[in-house]
């Protein structure tokens, strides 16, 4: 079956710490993205990718960083830099513009512990 | 630039009774709308999407929403609400390039028994 898989489900960082969340999909779709959800809040977009090799910032970008080698694969990574770590991380992907609607995966509750 | 306005945070309704989500927007272009539910640590489902086709939008699982231009809503509604459909739900906006993809604040539906 085609989907988004997000790995670990639950990971926790010591301060100081940079970690990397996993996205990846069989959808084959070109476009991907990362969401940070808080509780109440609605999802805040990180950064997403329109094609291989290529990144845009969204809306809260500080502190993270992504890289896009392969279409199938988008990792972020929390950097010691994002004051702010916990939260629940969303990755989505869509075939072509967001026209199309989102696929997205299960989710990271990242902890700093 | 895009706004999705979710008038209530929370709603509650009895098992059996009609449900009634408000979503109000805002938006330079011809807007594509969505609802999306979550579930608890789950990560997002497309219910159903408005691409300026008809104007009233059959979704899953029963729901079904309404496009209004001249209220500038996407209200969601389902006839009958059962204890599965209890969870948090978005209404989404894109434009019309699909390049700016804006959240609502997210309604908690709340089924009694």
């Known amino acids: 079956d085609g989907g988004i898989t997000q790995s670990p489900k639950y990971l926790f960082r010591k301060e100081g710490q940079n970690v990397t969340l996993s996205c990846e999909q069989n959808l084959n779709h070109d476009a991907m993205y990362w969401y940070r959800q808080d509780p109440g809040q609605g999802l805040r977009l990180i950064y997403y990718?329109?094609?291989?090799?290529?990144?845009q910032k969204g809306d809260i970008a500080e502190g993270y960083s992504v890289s896009r080698e392969k279409k199938e694969s988008f990792p972020l990574t929390v950097t010691s830099a994002q004051k702010n770590p916990t939260a629940f991380y969303l990755c989505a992907s869509s075939i072509g513009t967001a026209n199309y609607g989102y696929t997205f995966g299960s989710g990271t509750r990242l902890t700093v512990v | 630039a895009q706004s999705v306005t979710q008038l209530d945070s929370h709603v509650s309704v009895s098992e059996g009774t009609p449900v009634l989500l408000r979503c109000n927007y805002s938006s330079s272009y011809s807007p594509s709308l969505f609802w999306y539910v979550q579930h608890p640590n789950k990560g997002l489902q497309l219910l159903l999407k408005y691409t300026s086709a008809a104007t009233l939008v059959k979704g899953i699982n029963g729901f079904e929403a309404e496009f209004k231009k001249s209220e500038t809503s996407f209200h969601l509604t389902k006839p009958s609400a059962h204890m599965s459909d209890a969870a948090e739900y978005f209404c989404?906006?894109?434009?019309?390039?699909?390049?700016?993809?804006?959240f609502g604040p997210g309604t908690r539906l709340s089924v009694l028994p």
């Open positions: 990718s329109q094609i291989v090799n290529d990144f």
């Open positions: 989404v906006v894109s434009d019309n390039y699909g390049q700016n993809f804006v």
